[in-house]
Nanobody, 127 residues
């Protein structure tokens, strides 16, 4: 059974940076993608960023140029570096993992397509 554990959330001011980390137990193969989603109060869970085994990255438009996703395949970890945070980034951030067929497959942006989830970490950005 795969378990994902996030860390790194917190309370920051607008313009600040945070780095989220996620460690996955169990063994991932080359078809495994890792990603980050977020959910604000009263809103649906939304895609933030994802990275496949080949290290191709994908971002939602509102975080492009501010967030960077990276992974260490040997350690089964994925990080999300978040710079220039704004109030709209406030949410619970979830790490996710799923197999999408090949090392270069494009990960789905639909949360329902991801099988494994972390418990979430709160990110709060004050004005």
């Amino acid at each position: 059974q795969v378990q994902l554990v996030e860390s790194g959330g917190g309370l920051v001011q607008a313009g600040d940076s945070l780095r989220l980390s996620c460690a996955a137990s169990g063994r991932a193969d080359s078809a495994t993608a890792m990603g980050w989603f977020r959910q604000a109060p009263g809103k649906d869970r939304e895609f933030v960023a994802a990275i496949n085994w080949a290290a191709t990255t994908y971002y939602r438009d509102s975080v492009k140029g501010r967030f960077t996703i990276s992974r260490d395949n040997a350690k089964n970890t994925v990080d999300l570096q978040m710079n220039n945070l704004n109030v709209e980034d406030t949410a619970v951030y979830y790490c996710a993992m799923n197999r999408f067929g090949s090392m270069r497959a494009t990960p789905s942006r639909d949360s329902k397509a991801w099988r494994y989830w972390g418990q979430g970490t709160q990110v709060t950005v004050s004005a």
